[in-house]
């Protein structure tokens, strides 16, 4: 006498409505990527054939690990908020692009470069941020 089950059930699944669905989610990753269109603005710099003298680069501010501020790599002499506040009002009045570059020693305050920073946003000026290691 044979009990066993004559009609076995196939535990294969079928391959077809993968496929019909990579397939679907390709078209539809497709088309997404070709109508969003929001892009950020990067300005890039131009190629030109000579490079760009000390004189037409950005007005630098550095902050030392004590949070001062100086503006001379070589010759640091630290200043205080309070003090720096006047000397770039007047350095970058004669700065065309108004580019700020702000370096920072990575033991420096947060709140000595977010003073800088805004204080060129309510200039509008362009700050830079490059951190030092």
Known sequence: MDLGRRNKVKIEGGMSSMTDLVFLLLIFFIIMSTMSRNTLPVDLPSNSESSPSKEDGPVEIGISENSLYFFDAENPENYTFD????????KMEQETNKNLKISGDKTAN????????????????KPVLTFEM
């Open 110 to 125: 947060y709140e000595a470069v977010f003073n800088i920073i805004a204080l060129a946003k309510s200039r509008e000026w």
């Open 83 to 90: 003090e720096v506040i006047p000397i770039l009002d007047a």
